[in-house]
């Protein structure tokens, strides 16, 4: 599964990248302002006020909101060339397919993250099991068109029985995911927050100048970590969609996987 998708993204790097950044990148740059912004406020010396945190909340929202997006995107991708064998979306085209789903996908993401929070009530370990259950709630609608009980419900089916090898594929995914961010981000974020601690805006100059360059450190590196995020997401992403297909393969559709060469692995139309 693994090996699958990465080669997938190899194959499809530019043509998939392509819609990541054009579509997710304004949401990822607002979100990376409004952090920028709350971090700066937030430091030794200053109580940040409520438009701070209003900035904070806005920033984690839309950081959010660009990962309900950008998992759109990928599935939405993944969808065209299963459907058109040959041939890539165009910009516009997956453009106007998110657009046009997407206010089920937004909903189907709230359902399922607010079922995953009640678990979080009952024991965490429900919570770990419906996290990993509705892994596979998006790629259905992208693949088959299935409405909103389906992709909730069928989901558990496709699970069952498999669970804790899509825990594991989810974990290594996500764990080589965090790693490689955290080594992308912590350079930066080490050296804004010894500037942050050590005062560095009062330290000479023009405290104006210096605090508004202090701003923008932080929101270049909220920036850097924003992109990092999306550059590494298809390779999570991608894999669990092939795992859902896997399933499928082995509880619904024998011979599912020979269609699975039709999503052009090899790069060529």
Sequence with gaps: TISTGFAYIRAHRGSLYRPL??????????????????????????????????????????????YVVAAVVISEYMGWTMRHPGRRPTLGELRRETRRHFLFYFSLSLVTAAMSFMGVFLLLVPAVFLLVV?????????????????????AFTLVWGRWWMTFALLVVLVGMSIFLNLVIDIPGWLITGFGWLSGIESMGG????????????????????????????????????FHMLSSLEKKEAPGLLAEVERFNLDGKN
Aim: hydrophobic residues 50%; aromatic residues 18%.
């Design 21 to 66: 950044f054009f579509i997710c990148l304004p949401v990822k740059i607002v979100a990376s302002v409004l952090l920028g912004s709350f971090f700066h406020d937030f430091r030794p010396g200053r109580t940040p006020d409520s438009t701070s945190f209003w900035s904070m909340f806005g920033g984690y929202a839309l950081m959010a909101l660009a």
């Design 134 to 154: 509705f892994q596979f709630s998006l790629p259905l609608h992208a693949f088959e068109r299935a409405d909103f009980g389906e992709c909730i419900g069928r």
């Design 206 to 241: 023009d405290p104006e100048d210096a605090s508004l360059r202090l701003r923008w450190f932080f929101t270049l590196f909220a920036l850097i970590g924003n992109i990092s995020a999306l550059l590494l997401m298809p390779f999570v992403q991608v894999p669990m969609c």
